[in-house]
């Protein structure tokens, strides 16, 4: 298996742009994590799926942020319009379980966005 | 208080020293503990798990101490390539219902020189 692919690894664009940033798990995981990363807050969860359903939203920071998984092998998160404050490297992560002891989450090599 | 906090670093040392990390959270009820590492411009991995009675994999070690909520990291005879930082992670389990999250401290920054 290729691990957890996404796309595009890098993306500038200007602020009130649309963004969308993809996801294919490994086959077979049943979680979908998506996390933010920047020097200030570190990693923090945005939002994560089970089976496709997304189960705990709460830390997406504000309407302008939305994921989806429409099927097993893929999501997306969206950031329509982007701020410069949006910059970060946004990672997606697969685990075949909850986050238990002997779990892994396998990480994609992440995309460096950054809003000018 | 922030649910898992790490003392950033860096930490400078020699080829072949001992070095601990420690990482305190928050939350009384997690369950999962991990230790993951990130290299530099790099996704973070699975170290290993953090197991109540300690565990050890080669030169690590990793302890948990649930009474006072806190996790341990030693690395015996530090190598170059153990240059990294180090991230505490806990899954707060049924904290607010969620059973898949993990929570990531903010990293302690290793470096190993010659």
């Known amino acids: 298996d290729a691990g957890v692919i996404q796309s595009p690894r890098h993306e500038v664009t200007e602020m009130g742009q649309e963004v969308t940033l993809r996801c294919k798990p490994i086959?077979?995981?049943?979680?979908l994590f998506w996390y933010r990363q920047t020097m200030m807050r570190g990693l923090e969860l945005l939002i994560y799926f089970n089976n496709n359903v997304p189960i705990d939203d709460s830390g997406m920071p504000e309407d302008r942020f939305s994921a989806k998984m429409p099927n097993a092998s893929f999501s997306t998160l969206k950031i329509q319009p982007s701020e410069p404050r949006d910059s970060a490297v946004y990672f997606c992560?697969?685990?075949?379980?909850?986050?238990?002891?002997?779990?892994?989450?396998?990480f994609g090599q992440g995309t460096r966005l950054t809003v000018v | 208080r922030k649910e898992v906090e790490q003392d950033p670093g860096p930490f400078n040392v020699p080829e072949g020293a001992t070095v601990a990390f420690n990482c305190t959270y928050s939350n009384s009820a997690s369950q999962s503990f991990f230790w993951y590492r990130q290299d530099c411009r790099k996704e973070p991995k699975l170290l290993m798990s953090?197991?109540?009675s300690g565990n050890e994999d080669g030169r690590f070690t990793a302890q948990l101490n649930r009474a006072s909520q806190y996790i341990s990291l030693l690395i015996r005879d530090s190598k170059l390539s153990d240059s990294a930082t180090y991230l505490c992670?806990?899954?707060?389990?049924?904290?607010?219902?969620?059973?898949?999250?993990?929570?990531f401290g903010k990293g302690t920054k290793l470096s190993v020189k010659p």
């Open positions: 086959s077979g995981h049943d979680y």
């Open positions: 992670v806990v899954n707060p389990s049924n904290y607010g219902g969620s059973q898949g999250n993990l929570i």
């Open positions: 992560a697969s685990s075949l379980r909850p986050q238990t002891v002997n779990t892994e989450a396998f």
């Open positions: 953090v197991y109540s």
